[in-house]
């Protein structure tokens, strides 16, 4: 049984450190659960983290087993938005954060097999966030995004370049989401280390 790891099978899972791309994203789905405030400290994403993977390892678990159909679990992502958009790049007030965490599923998983598995964890488990869990398609298509080595807290002026030079010199305005993919685990890696690509939808003004 071949593991897919698409990671490495899609591009848009690809990107160089601060080398600044614009993409074509296809249309994925995602186990998806929103929230609000500081990551650092806020209990929603918290309990949506805790949400979100036993659901999403569960899933592998019978794609393997039943489908005999194997592939890695994928990195968290986000969808970051707040009412004043310089929240991110300039007073960076985490507090007006909007969010809505997400990971990555194949295209074989089913709507069906998203209830089951959710029913499944409830009689064990049951997290906070477990039925605000959704399995929903996001199709952002042409997008600007670079790889950010670093703090989070450092983010602050690549975006800046990306929102207010990179995208406006090209003809092009900011719609949707700000999408964050993580490929570190922020528990364990050091601030300077973590790996996070960061992307923005756009269209032709």
């Known amino acids: 049984m071949n593991k897919i790891d698409y990671k490495k099978a899609v591009d848009s899972y690809k990107a160089k450190n601060h080398k600044i791309e614009l993409i074509a994203v296809p249309k994925l789905q995602y186990l998806m659960v929103d929230g609000h405030g500081d990551p650092n400290t806020s209990k929603d994403f918290t309990d949506a983290v805790q949400a979100l993977y036993p659901t999403a390892y569960k899933l592998k678990f019978v794609s393997k087993k039943e489908l005999g159909k194997d592939y890695v679990v994928m990195p968290l992502e986000g969808l970051w938005w707040a009412d004043d958009m310089t929240t991110f790049t300039t007073a960076r007030d985490k507090s007006q954060w909007n969010f ?93 280390k973590l790996r996070t690509i960061l992307r923005q939808p756009v269209v032709k003004c």
Do not use: C
Request: hydrophobic content about 40%; charged content about 30%; cysteine-free.
């Open 100 to 192: 809505t965490l997400m990971i990555m599923q194949p295209n074989w998983i089913t709507q069906e097999m998203f209830e089951n598995i959710v029913t499944e964890i409830a009689k064990k488990e049951s997290p906070a966030k477990l039925y605000d869990v959704r399995l929903e398609t996001l199709d952002e298509g042409l997008s600007v995004q670079t790889l950010h080595v670093g703090s989070f807290d450092n983010e602050a002026d690549i975006l800046d370049q990306i929102h207010n030079r990179f995208i406006p010199e090209r003809g092009l305005k900011m719609v949707g989401k700000h999408h964050e993919i993580y490929f570190s685990d922020f528990r364990k890696v050091s601030p300077d």
